[in-house]
């Protein structure tokens, strides 16, 4: 009983290895891993879409990173490199994206939002202060207000007596 008790513990412990991933391979020239850490740095994952190339785990971005490393390992510059995969994917895979009549809406549409939303607001403010601006009383109001102040406190509802 106790050999089997222990053989269960041993596999227990045992379990979450067997699901363990593998390693990210790396290259076999640190140089070449140097420079894929510098370029991947700067490009987008396609699936997480908000981490760099270089801190996604996604399988895509594995398969990324190594047909970079295959580009590097071929001689191409970061820049060759970066066209190559641009010319793939599109400008979505750069976290800078050059500014160009295609990425005008990505670069400047939050400050335009920005300003719509400064001018809305003014408007509204002035709007409102107009709104609530004192207006003039008519010579009856005025006249009817002096009544209520020159009565001592009575009021149509309640007599004079009852305070």
Same mark, same amino acid.
């Given at each position: 009983?106790?050999?089997a #008790?222990?053989?269960?513990t041993?596999?227990?412990?045992l379990?979450?290895?067997a699901?363990a991933?593998?390693?990210?391979?790396m290259a076999a020239?640190?140089v070449?891993?140097?420079r894929?850490?510098?370029i991947?740095?700067e490009l987008?994952?396609?699936?997480?879409q908000?981490e760099?190339?270089?801190?996604?785990?996604?399988?895509l971005?594995?398969?990324?990173?190594?047909? @970079?490393?295959?580009?590097i390992s071929?001689? &191409?510059t970061d820049?060759?490199i &970066?066209? $190559?995969l @641009?010319?793939r $994917?599109?400008?979505? @895979?750069? $976290?800078r994206?050059? @500014?160009k009549?295609?990425?005008?809406?990505?670069?400047?549409g939050p400050?335009v939002?920005?300003?719509?939303?400064v001018?809305g607001?003014i408007l509204y403010l002035?709007?409102?202060?107009r709104?609530l601006?004192?207006t003039?009383l008519s010579?009856a109001?005025?006249?009817?207000a002096?009544?209520?102040?020159?009565?001592?406190?009575?009021?149509? #509802?309640?007599? &004079?007596?009852?305070?």
């Amino acid at each position: 009983m106790k050999l089997a #008790t222990a053989a269960a513990t041993l596999l227990l412990a045992l379990a979450p290895l067997a699901h363990a991933g593998e390693a990210t391979p790396m290259a076999a020239d640190p140089v070449i891993e140097a420079r894929l850490i510098v370029i991947s740095e700067e490009l987008r994952c396609l699936v997480c879409q908000n981490e760099s190339l270089a801190a996604s785990r996604a399988e895509l971005a594995n398969d990324l990173r190594e047909e @970079v490393r295959k580009l590097i390992s071929q001689g &191409k510059t970061d820049a060759e490199i &970066k066209e $190559y995969l @641009v010319a793939r $994917y599109g400008d979505f @895979v750069l $976290y800078r994206p050059p @500014v160009k009549p295609t990425t005008w809406l990505l670069w400047f549409g939050p400050f335009v939002l920005l300003a719509g939303s400064v001018i809305g607001l003014i408007l509204y403010l002035r709007r409102r202060t107009r709104l609530l601006a004192p207006t003039a009383l008519s010579a009856a109001d005025k006249a009817a207000a002096k009544a209520l102040l020159a009565d001592d406190g009575a009021s149509p #509802t309640r007599p &004079k007596d009852a305070a």
